[in-house]
């Protein structure tokens, strides 16, 4: 499958500060991508320079396999879906979708023929003659994103499409674009702080911090094999706990503050300092395959129905367990922690990468 979208070496500065440090990723044609990371990380600034709306300071931006920097958005052949809709409050729905088109002075037929098929896609065509303030958050979304769909552009941008809306109304929309996307075999690159939306909703998963792309990969993969601690902590819900360690002379590692020694199949060199880090979900309160179990204190109980968090304190640090049902235990209880030993992780303390 070709490549839609490459991003080379591409670095953005703000004055003396360094917004996008050296950015590398590839976008097959046809993929849908999430850029996720916390509020600051760069991934809005990214998508900003995808669309021509940003300068680079230096590197390459191919789109289609054509250099783009320094072409100004309208010959970028990209469209953008804002979090704030930008919605023309008196124009109705029609118009708001095809205004690109009509600046462009496009043939009358063919903006009747693009507006009607965006708008029976999306499910907007009894809609067509409504002003935004008359429509529901969810349906300006909609508006919004025929707006780009009327475009026909080979990529579509989203920026936290999704982040004025309520959570029922979010997780039906996030099953909405993504339907979208398939329908319209695009290339989109979607930017959230949400990593379950990323999660959900994306083929291929870029995770940045303070401007550098700390891993990219298949949702699973992140998931499976994080290259390190903020990876492993920011992908996955509830988060990853980690326990720090110190290896001994036989392989083992003893828990900081406590003697519970933690038997591992694999050589490590002794005094070498870790974290540990093991999913919620991959703890448990009865034994399961290739386990061990340690001490620890039931601190506090979260339900939500379907699932229970047991809150537990193990070597004086707090530890989440997700059970799926619930679980016979009260606050105070001690009690017999089970580890799966085939999905433990460990971090290199001083580095914080994947050991």
């Known amino acids: 499958m070709m490549l839609q979208i490459e991003i080379d070496h591409l670095n953005k500065h703000y004055g003396g500060f360094h917004a996008l440090k050296d950015v590398n990723i590839s976008i097959k044609q046809g993929s849908f991508v999430a850029l996720v990371g916390p509020s600051g990380c760069g991934k809005s600034t990214l998508l900003r320079t995808l669309a021509g709306l940003e300068k680079t300071s230096s590197g390459d931006v191919r789109i289609a396999g054509r250099s783009v920097i320094g072409k100004p958005p309208r010959e970028r052949d990209v469209a953008m879906v804002f979090q704030s809709y930008a919605l023309y409050p008196h124009m109705d729905v029609e118009h708001n979708m095809n205004y690109s088109m009509r600046l462009k002075r496009r043939p009358k037929e063919e903006i009747s023929e693009r507006t009607r098929t965006a708008a029976e896609t999306l499910g907007l065509g009894n809609l067509l003659d409504r002003l935004p303030k008359a429509l529901s958050g969810g349906q300006r979304q909609r508006v919004a994103m025929g707006r780009a769909i009327v475009r026909n552009p080979k990529v579509f941008l989203f920026d936290e499409p999704l982040s004025n809306l309520d959570a029922a109304l979010r997780v039906h929309m ?161 009690v017999r922690l089970h580890i799966s030993l085939d999905n433990l992780h460990l971090f290199d303390r001083e580095t914080e990468l994947a050991a």
């Not at 499976?224 to 110190?246: E, Q, Y």
């Not at 406590?258 to 974290?275: E, M, P, V």
């Not at 540990?276 to 939500?304: F, Q, W, Y």
């Open 174 to 334: 996030r099953s909405e674009i993504r339907k979208l996307h398939e329908r319209l075999n695009a290339t989109s690159v979607y930017v959230t702080h949400d990593q379950v939306e990323a999660m959900t909703m994306a083929d291929h998963v870029v995770v940045m911090r303070a401007g550098v792309v700390e891993q990219q990969g298949s949702p699973l993969d992140l998931y499976d094999r994080p290259a390190n601690r903020f990876v492993a902590g920011f992908i996955g819900s509830p988060a990853m706990n980690f326990l720090p360690a110190t290896a001994t002379e036989n392989g083992a590692l003893v828990l900081d503050n406590d003697s519970t020694q933690i038997g591992l199949n694999r050589h490590i060199a002794a005094g070498c300092k870790f974290w540990i880090g093991m999913r919620p979900e991959h703890l448990s309160l009865k034994p399961c395959v290739n386990d061990m179990a340690i001490d620890a204190t039931v601190t506090g109980i979260e339900s939500t129905g379907s699932m229970t968090f047991v809150v537990l304190e193990v070597a004086s640090q707090p530890v989440v367990l997700a059970h799926s049902g619930r679980p016979e235990t009260r606050r105070g209880d001690q």
